[in-house]
């Protein structure tokens, strides 16, 4: 399938954000290893990683209460969902029963052998049932003896997430040291904010050091945020629009958010993106965005701790002619796909030519012999379509191009349903048309 995006004469906006899909998924983990059901968390994100961890959550749940008259399949498949394949091999492992984690052929290829050794070095079963080192992972469950564990602090911050989450339910609770440089700093923090929440001892002992104390979780309602990525697109649109008078509402986000991804308000504020934080006692919390100010000359970032906006701000800024220089972006070498690669060899169909420095820093000197902000340069080829690579932000980062470009098409769109599964329909509802071509 595929869809092109036609530019509106105007956008106008005011957005229902999805819930926050990392939030989500943590607190569906803390609230089974309380023993609640799943019905506690409430405004769960409706995507689709989301929904694969509740459906699995629910097997779990319905084992544990049938027991041994339980006929279930002892297999759990994630599809393509990379964070309920880290946060539920943690929690099989500390769970009743013999299972097999599995999920889609890329998922099958994406490393876990970092998670698996943490987990064997604190006493878990786990063995491979393929390629050592990736999914399918087979695992029988029991009292894990914890203590102290040492770990690279550059892996995934779901590696570490995964971990402490089980924490409270080990023997001798854990202590764990993260050793060199530590990335998404941000989501660890969320993770321990969220399991004091649930009633549990965990903190930062030093910059590099972690403890969870062995203690059980208690059942918590809890109400999931907004989603700041989410959020980073309608940024993006907004400063892609050639109305500089526009404000576009987005409802559901938190000032003092958990989510790392917050951050786009900083980045966006360099290229004259401002934001408005409003809260009633009728319609909640949202923003409010508008575009005041100049637009940086050169846009330098470090994404070591927000590798999830990357993706929006190369393309805003190619959009917009804007040079960049963006660091950290490491793990996005092993996410959905080799989103460094994906994002070189799409903008080059738009006629932006991305240089990429070693495994972390991409770069643009902007349009050769123009000012920022000239457009010129943008020479999509005839028949263009933008790959999504199965990645849900590929799609969502590039269909704003379109206000630029007049039009863009877009190969796969369905992928958004992974974070955002309305996405298309709150475009629509915004003003830029999307046809099936």
Not at 96 to 116: C, D, F
Not at 374 to 395: C, N, Q, S, V
């Amino acid at each position: 399938m595929k869809y092109r995006i036609t530019k509106p004469r105007r956008i106008t906006a005011d957005v229902a954000l999805p819930s926050s899909k990392s939030i989500s998924n943590r607190a569906l983990v803390m609230n089974a290893l309380s023993g609640a059901p799943v019905g506690l968390v409430s405004n769960v994100s409706d995507c689709d990683d989301t929904t694969v961890m509740k459906e699995a959550l629910f097997l779990l749940e319905m084992e544990r209460r049938e027991g041994e008259a339980c006929m279930l399949p002892p297999v759990v498949d994630v599809k393509a969902a990379g964070t309920a394949m880290r946060f539920l091999t943690a929690l099989l492992a500390v769970s009743n029963g013999t299972h097999t984690i599995t999920g889609t052929e890329r998922m099958r290829h994406r490393p876990i052998g970092v998670l698996v050794d943490a987990l064997r070095a604190l006493g878990a079963d786990i063995t491979y049932e393929g390629e050592e080192g990736f999914p399918p992972l087979r695992i029988t469950g029991k009292t894990l003896r914890g203590g102290e564990l040492s770990m690279a602090g550059n892996v995934s911050s779901q590696y570490i997430s995964a971990l402490l989450m089980i924490a409270p339910l080990l023997a001798e609770g854990l202590t764990l040291h993260l050793q060199g440089t530590i990335v998404s700093r941000p989501y660890i923090n969320m993770t321990l904010a969220m399991m004091r929440e649930h009633g549990v001892e965990a903190k930062w002992m030093t910059p590099s050091k972690l403890f969870v104390a062995p203690k059980a979780y208690q059942p918590t309602s809890y109400q999931v945020e907004a989603d700041w990525s989410a959020a980073s697109y309608w940024y993006e649109m907004l400063l892609l629009n050639e109305n500089r008078h526009q404000v576009l509402t987005l409802r559901g986000l938190q000032q003092k958010s958990l989510q790392g991804d917050s951050a786009v308000e900083q980045m966006f504020r360099q290229l004259s993106v401002n934001t408005l934080y409003m809260n009633t006692f009728d319609e909640g919390p949202k923003v409010v965005i508008f575009r005041r100010g100049r637009v940086a000359q050169l846009v330098d970032w470090d994404f070591t701790h927000t590798p999830d906006l990357a993706q929006t701000m190369v393309v805003t800024c190619a959009m917009k002619g804007i040079p960049f220089r963006f660091r950290g972006l490491q793990s996005l070498r092993i996410k959905e796909t080799d989103r460094i690669a994906a994002l070189q060899t799409e903008l080059a169909k738009l006629g932006v030519r991305v240089e990429v420095e070693g495994d972390s820093t991409i770069r643009w000197a902007g349009p050769e012999g123009q000012p920022p902000g000239e457009i010129p340069y943008l020479k999509p080829l005839p028949g263009t379509a933008i790959d999504t690579y199965d990645d849900h932000r590929m799609a969502m980062a590039f269909a704003p191009a379109a206000l630029v470009l007049g039009s863009i098409d877009i190969n796969d769109p369905q992928v958004v349903s992974k974070s955002y599964p309305r996405f298309w329909e709150d475009l629509e509802k915004a003003g830029l048309n999307y046809l099936i071509i």
